[in-house]
């Protein structure tokens, strides 16, 4: 597939991420203002504006009514975005999301095919218990430190035939589930997560590099495709003492 440009709010946030990160504008001053900025890169202002807000999401940036836009103090905690865009972007979401934060994102994966789905897991499925799934397990690092954790499930009776069966081997390893899906004619158009707060295992600790019973984030993610079929589902756990995970949606205007 060829290389698609970043849509113009993401490019604009890029550009803006890089004048902080060089220290153009110092924490706690006053950016210009949203006109001016967007008058500067050539763009409308609600590009402008996207391009603010997202940055405003990701706590590099502070709106205080009435006053403008700052820049914020940093955060010890980085704050990981879950939204409808990153499930847009080519390859893997989370490479995607670690650039954005100006990180080098990079995982471990083993995958098992014919693991039995568990009663859970084939009834977020909509299969039978014990049929057989493509199991999964992925060490995702930022920089070369633990990130987060997951367990993916995806059924054979989808994938058993295809070239990727195996999510990170074949034409289209590390490119993602959206991805690798819709080379096979599988479209996704639903992602829904349930997040729950949850204490790290003795193998989530070693792997994560957090204490046994530490706080963690458990995400349940499954992916549904146009006729409501789930096609993968993931349980996705994130440490609480270095990351927390925000959602952000769309509004659409009435």
Same mark, same amino acid.
């Given at each position: 597939?060829?290389?698609?440009?970043?849509?113009?709010?993401?490019?604009? @946030?890029?550009?803006?991420?890089?004048?902080?990160?060089?220290?153009?504008?110092?924490?706690?001053?006053?950016?210009?203002?949203?006109?001016?900025?967007?008058?500067?890169?050539?763009? +409308? *202002?609600?590009?402008?504006?996207?391009?603010? !807000?997202?940055? #405003?999401? !990701? +706590?590099?940036?502070?709106?205080?009514? +009435?006053?403008?836009?700052?820049?914020?103090? *940093?955060?010890?905690?980085?704050?990981?975005?879950?939204?409808?865009?990153?499930?847009?972007?080519? +390859?893997?979401?989370?490479?995607?999301?670690?650039?954005?934060?100006?990180?080098? =994102?990079?995982?471990?994966?083993?995958? !098992?095919?014919?693991?039995?789905?568990?009663?859970?897991?084939?009834?977020?499925?909509?299969?039978?218990?014990?049929?057989?799934?493509?199991?999964?397990?992925?060490?995702?690092?930022?920089?070369?430190?633990?990130?987060?954790?997951?367990?993916?499930?995806?059924?054979?009776?989808?994938?058993?035939?295809?070239?990727?069966?195996? *999510?990170?081997?074949?034409?289209?390893?590390?490119?993602?589930? &959206?991805?690798?899906?819709?080379? #096979?004619?599988?479209?996704?158009?639903?992602?829904?997560? &349930?997040?729950? *707060?949850?204490?790290?295992?003795?193998?989530?600790?070693?792997?994560?590099?957090?204490?046994?019973?530490?706080? &963690?984030?458990? #995400?349940?993610?499954?992916?549904?495709?146009?006729?409501?079929?789930?096609?993968?589902?993931?349980? #996705?756990?994130?440490?609480?003492?270095?990351?927390?995970? @925000?959602?952000?949606? =769309?509004?659409?205007?009435?």
């Amino acid at each position: 597939m060829g290389h698609e440009e970043p849509p113009q709010h993401e490019a604009v @946030a890029n550009a803006l991420r890089r004048r902080l990160d060089s220290g153009e504008w110092r924490i706690g001053e006053r950016l210009p203002s949203r006109a001016r900025l967007a008058e500067e890169y050539d763009v +409308g *202002p609600n590009v402008m504006q996207k391009a603010v !807000e997202r940055l #405003i999401a !990701e +706590g590099r940036l502070q709106g205080r009514a +009435g006053s403008g836009t700052f820049v914020a103090e *940093p955060r010890e905690r980085r704050r990981m975005i879950r939204s409808r865009h990153r499930e847009r972007r080519r +390859g893997s979401p989370f490479r995607a999301d670690m650039a954005e934060l100006g990180r080098a =994102g990079t995982w471990e994966a083993h995958s !098992e095919a014919r693991t039995p789905a568990p009663n859970d897991i084939a009834q977020r499925l909509g299969i039978e218990p014990g049929d057989p799934c493509v199991r999964t397990s992925y060490e995702f690092l930022a920089d070369t430190q633990p990130a987060q954790l997951s367990v993916s499930w995806e059924p054979m009776a989808i994938t058993g035939d295809t070239p990727i069966l195996l *999510p990170e081997m074949g034409p289209l390893a590390g490119k993602g589930v &959206v991805e690798r899906m819709r080379s #096979i004619g599988v479209d996704i158009v639903t992602a829904l997560e &349930v997040p729950r *707060p949850g204490r790290a295992t003795q193998e989530q600790a070693n792997l994560l590099g957090i204490g046994r019973g530490d706080l &963690v984030l458990v #995400i349940e993610r499954t992916y549904y495709d146009g006729d409501g079929r789930a096609v993968e589902t993931a349980d #996705i756990t994130v440490p609480d003492a270095r990351w927390e995970v @925000a959602y952000e949606f =769309g509004v659409d205007a009435q």
